[in-house]
């Protein structure tokens, strides 16, 4: 399979505070999220000075991709994009068609499967298309979810390792990992259609596959265990009587303190980078809480711009380059894959 440029996806986040009610309501549009929810979220980015860390972060992982792409011979032109602020997908896709590129790859800051993680990209960058006029002068092609990926977990483990060594006392300690929360009718819709098997949908199981190997490896390098950990939910931005995954990190932190747990080590495994997500409602208020409540509390680092991820990242343009599937289900991706709930979209395909 020829691929002749990359695109890295992603999320996007405001760099002013002009820009971050605008970059709230992109986010959330259609999707009925009250204005008083959007203006208490908005209170999170303006106190970091309306600048979300992620496009920084984005800038820095480009320029890792970019040495590591060199460093192997990968010959190929790295673009990044975001669906919610500049670079915008329409403005970039127009950048790279003038220089000449017909067939891209894009891969997502994203590592799991579900509608907002996974399908609305696919979406999204068919939408840009359209917008910009190269429907039927480009084709762009969504690298699956690479949860799996050896280089995504290993930071966390190691993230782990080194928590349980700071902790007082590690036979009583918790270990949650976290990832945002998302309408349980999204949670059982994500992944294909032949493979839904009602709740935990394919999102919940990827990351209870992740946590289970993270648990694994921390007990097999340490020989502490078994390591007590759950899986639980932060950021949910929806209204209070659609269901949303539970519990809460917050609420979890709580439970682990009432149930006799001196320490909780966060691990945000659903996250590829330390974003506001990150920083504000782990670092802050599941922070705040364990204060409070008098709990010990260590969060994990993301992946980020870790060799092995990065290394993991270039892999899936190997991978693709080479025509090798760039994840072991080949359903991923598939037209009844984590489907929009609201309308049929075009979307991209996955490989």
Same mark, same amino acid.
């Given at each position: 399979?020829?691929?002749?440029?990359?695109?890295? &996806?992603?999320?996007?986040? !405001?760099?002013?505070? *002009?820009?971050?009610?605008?970059?709230?309501?992109?986010?959330?549009?259609?999707?009925?999220?009250?204005?008083?929810?959007?203006?208490?979220?908005?209170?999170?980015?303006?106190?970091?000075?309306?600048?979300?860390?992620?496009?920084?972060?984005?800038? %820095?992982?480009?320029?890792?991709?970019?040495?590591?792409?060199?460093?192997?011979?990968?010959?190929?032109?790295?673009?990044?994009?975001?669906?919610?602020?500049?670079?915008?997908?329409?403005?970039?896709?127009?950048?790279?068609?003038?220089?000449?590129?017909?067939?891209?790859?894009?891969?997502?800051?994203?590592?799991?499967?579900?509608?907002?993680?996974?399908?609305?990209?696919?979406?999204?960058?068919?939408? &840009?298309?359209?917008?910009?006029?190269?429907?039927?002068?480009?084709?762009?092609?969504?690298?699956?979810?690479?949860? %799996?990926?050896?280089?995504?977990?290993?930071?966390?483990?190691?993230?782990?390792?080194?928590?349980?060594?700071?902790?007082?006392?590690?036979?009583?300690?918790?270990?949650?990992?976290?990832?945002?929360?998302?309408?349980?009718?999204?949670?059982?819709?994500?992944?294909?259609?032949?493979?839904?098997?009602?709740?935990?949908?394919?999102? %919940?199981?990827?990351?209870?596959?992740?946590?289970?190997?993270?648990?694994?490896?921390?007990?097999?390098?340490?020989?502490?265990?078994?390591?007590?950990?759950?899986?639980?939910?932060?950021?949910?931005?929806?209204?209070?009587?659609?269901?949303?995954?539970?519990?809460?990190?917050?609420?979890?932190?709580?439970?682990?303190?009432?149930?006799?747990?001196?320490?909780?080590?966060?691990?945000?495994?659903?996250?590829?980078? *330390?974003?506001?997500?990150?920083?504000?409602?782990? *670092?802050?208020?599941?922070?705040?809480?364990?204060?409070?409540?008098?709990?010990?509390?260590?969060?994990?680092?993301?992946?980020?711009?870790?060799?092995?991820?990065?290394?993991?990242?270039?892999?899936?343009?190997?991978?693709?380059? &080479?025509?090798?599937?760039?994840?072991?289900? !080949?359903?991923?991706?598939?037209?009844?894959?984590?489907?929009?709930?609201? &309308?049929?979209?075009?979307?991209?395909?996955?490989?």
């Amino acid at each position: 399979m020829t691929f002749d440029a990359v695109l890295l &996806a992603s999320f996007g986040g !405001p760099e002013g505070l *002009d820009e971050v009610m605008p970059f709230l309501e992109r986010v959330t549009a259609g999707r009925g999220i009250p204005r008083e929810r959007l203006e208490a979220v908005s209170h999170h980015y303006v106190a970091l000075g309306g600048v979300s860390p992620i496009n920084a972060q984005n800038r %820095e992982l480009l320029e890792h991709l970019r040495a590591e792409m060199d460093w192997r011979g990968l010959g190929l032109p790295l673009f990044w994009g975001n669906r919610n602020s500049a670079p915008f997908f329409t403005d970039v896709l127009r950048e790279i068609h003038e220089q000449g590129h017909r067939r891209v790859l894009a891969v997502a800051t994203s590592a799991y499967s579900s509608y907002s993680g996974c399908r609305q990209y696919r979406e999204n960058l068919a939408a &840009a298309m359209e917008e910009a006029g190269l429907s039927d002068e480009m084709e762009i092609v969504k690298a699956w979810p690479y949860f %799996e990926r050896s280089g995504f977990v290993e930071p966390f483990v190691d993230g782990v390792i080194d928590a349980l060594t700071r902790v007082r006392e590690p036979a009583s300690t918790r270990v949650l990992f976290t990832t945002h929360s998302i309408p349980e009718a999204m949670a059982e819709g994500s992944g294909p259609d032949e493979l839904r098997t009602g709740l935990p949908g394919m999102y %919940e199981r990827q990351h209870l596959d992740v946590a289970e190997r993270v648990a694994a490896a921390v007990e097999s390098a340490t020989g502490v265990g078994p390591i007590q950990w759950r899986l639980v939910f932060q950021s949910r931005s929806g209204p209070p009587q659609v269901p949303w995954l539970e519990p809460d990190v917050g609420d979890a932190v709580r439970e682990a303190s009432k149930e006799g747990a001196t320490s909780v080590v966060v691990v945000p495994i659903g996250f590829v980078s *330390d974003h506001v997500e990150v920083v504000w409602d782990l *670092d802050n208020e599941a922070r705040e809480i364990a204060d409070e409540i008098g709990i010990e509390f260590i969060r994990v680092s993301t992946p980020g711009i870790d060799s092995r991820f990065v290394g993991s990242l270039v892999d899936i343009m190997t991978d693709a380059l &080479a025509g090798r599937p760039t994840e072991s289900e !080949p359903l991923l991706c598939s037209s009844s894959c984590c489907r929009n709930s609201r &309308a049929d979209l075009p979307s991209v395909c996955g490989c």
